[in-house]
């Protein structure tokens, strides 16, 4: 790796870590979604700030969209991810079928749904509407993560490293990243914040593997930008929720962050991994 991109790579990630640490301990202490959304922003800002710094320029960000020949994959990033999500959730419910109680559900009782038939209209009508609509309210946010973790260090990784290589130490960084919050509670809550942490960088390594393909397929962060709004749009209508009435087991399922709810995208990330490792240089774009 060269000396010039080693030196921007560093000066990326102090950019990007230190901030987060601090709003990390702001969000514990006020609670603000406001900070979550200038945390997920942190990686946009830490790229540019990088760039005016190392006086490497913009060109490379992979802002263009690049639509000719890849809608199939702006349309599978928006879409696949709930299919991918309750794919898992169904595993899980079939190995722990006590679990299953839709009547009882939080979704349920927060409803005031008394009968079978209400619920079920009442998905049928909530699950199209939240597809379509909840990734649209995270677009910005999920930008600010894209353009830093796939629109600046994954090429700079991939200067050196082969595609794939790329993608799981991009994928693993940004799991590290979220660290500090998930230490404290987001996500896996504050039983077993080690435990938490580790299991976030698995599950970050497992997206960015899936992030990573999209982004050398279509040469644009357009389509990471969309799977990871809606993946965090998922989590609006959680199979946990709208099925079970106990508190779920976060590190197992049946909420995607767990190991059985999350199977789908480890199943697809390792078809996608075996994919890119196949890649010869010349079918790949140029990052």
């Not at 504050?190 to 040469?219: E, H, Q, R, W």
């Amino acid at each position: 790796m060269k000396k010039e991109t080693r030196k921007s790579i560093i000066i990326f990630l102090i950019l990007s870590f230190v901030p987060m640490w601090a709003l990390s301990y702001i969000y514990y202490s006020m609670n603000e979604d406001a900070v979550l959304l200038v945390m997920m922003l942190l990686p946009a800002i830490a790229s540019v700030i990088t760039r005016i710094i190392t006086k490497e320029g913009f060109s490379g960000m992979r802002i263009k969209p690049c639509f000719k020949g890849n809608l199939k994959w702006y349309f599978a990033s928006y879409f696949a991810p709930p299919f991918i999500a309750y794919f898992g959730a169904l595993i899980f419910f079939l190995i722990f079928a006590s679990s299953f109680s839709p009547m009882q559900s939080v979704f349920a009782v927060q409803e005031s749904i008394t009968s079978v038939s209400e619920y079920l209209k009442t998905l049928l009508v909530l699950i199209p509407l939240a597809i379509i609509v909840n990734p649209l309210m995270g677009l910005l946010q999920c930008f600010g993560e894209e353009l830093g973790w796939r629109g600046y260090l994954l090429p700079k990784l991939g200067e050196r490293l082969s595609p794939l290589s790329a993608s799981l130490i991009t994928g693993a960084i940004w799991g590290v990243w979220h660290a500090p919050i998930i230490a404290m509670g987001y996500n896996y809550g504050t039983d077993n914040p080690i435990a938490g942490v580790f299991a976030m960088i698995v599950f970050c390594t497992v997206l960015g593997v899936i992030s990573g393909f999209l982004t050398y397929k279509v040469n644009s962060i357009w389509p990471a930008v969309l799977f990871h709004a809606s993946i965090n749009g998922i989590d609006r209508w959680a199979p946990s929720s709208l099925f079970m009435f106990q508190k779920p087991n976060l590190f197992i399922g049946p909420d995607l962050s767990g190991i059985i709810g999350g199977l789908g995208f480890i199943i697809i990330g390792v078809v996608l991994g075996i994919i890119m490792m196949r890649w010869k240089k010349n079918e790949i774009h140029s990052l």
